[in-house]
């Protein structure tokens, strides 16, 4: 006959009782878990805030649609500044890279280089701007810059280099992301001077 007075501790046959060690893993696996998730969270709601904030800042410049042609990676040249270095585009893949084609004969490209000499020199170092030109010879644009200028100014007479972007007017000017993408795309002259190309630029990097 079963014994009324003993309890039935709960347990049936076969259970085996979880040991503390073990209880205090799983809390601690858990917690862990909880916050690998938050972080993952925080981390990607913050990436988004971040290109949220860049394309803010880069819609000021009101961009214009990229070509199919610059869907992918930009078209890589090389050319020669005024001292004979030679740039390559490739060779600026960890920075972001601003690439303006313009002329001395150009008008609006006239009125467009004080802001866009004024955006070199507050990027100092942390982004490139050069601009490509499309004049005939080095003798025009000395003229054009005759106390020197903080752009990177490389000379394309064949054009070749604008063509291959797609372009023939000037000017027009490409952002290129650290990845060597093109990311932007302006045509016409724009105001480089306001903060917010500044910060487009910046926040690519």
Avoid at 146 to 166: C, F, K, M
């Amino acid at each position: 006959m079963p014994d009324k007075g003993r309890r039935d501790s709960g347990t049936r046959p076969g259970d085996q009782a979880v040991p503390a060690g073990a209880r205090r893993a799983l809390a601690i696996a858990i917690v862990v878990l909880a916050t690998v998730t938050l972080a993952v969270r925080f981390f990607a709601g913050a990436a988004w805030t971040a290109a949220a904030a860049r394309d803010s800042f880069c819609r000021a410049l009101s961009p214009d649609p990229l070509s199919p042609k610059l869907q992918g990676l930009a078209p890589d040249f090389e050319l020669a500044d005024a001292a004979g270095k030679r740039w390559s585009l490739r060779a600026l893949r960890d920075r972001p890279v601003l690439v303006s084609f313009w002329a001395t004969w150009c008008p609006p490209c006239v009125e467009e280089m004080p802001s866009l000499e004024d955006l070199a020199r507050r990027l100092g170092d942390r982004a490139t701007v050069l601009a490509v030109s499309a004049d005939e010879s080095w003798d025009a644009i000395r003229g054009f810059f005759p106390r020197g200028t903080p752009l990177t100014v490389l000379l394309d007479p064949s054009r070749q280099v604008p063509a291959r972007w797609g372009t023939s007017q000037f000017p027009e000017s490409f952002l290129v992301d650290p990845t060597g993408h093109v990311r932007y795309a302006f045509i016409n002259q724009r105001d480089w001077s306001i903060p917010e190309a500044t910060a487009c630029i910046e926040d690519l990097r």
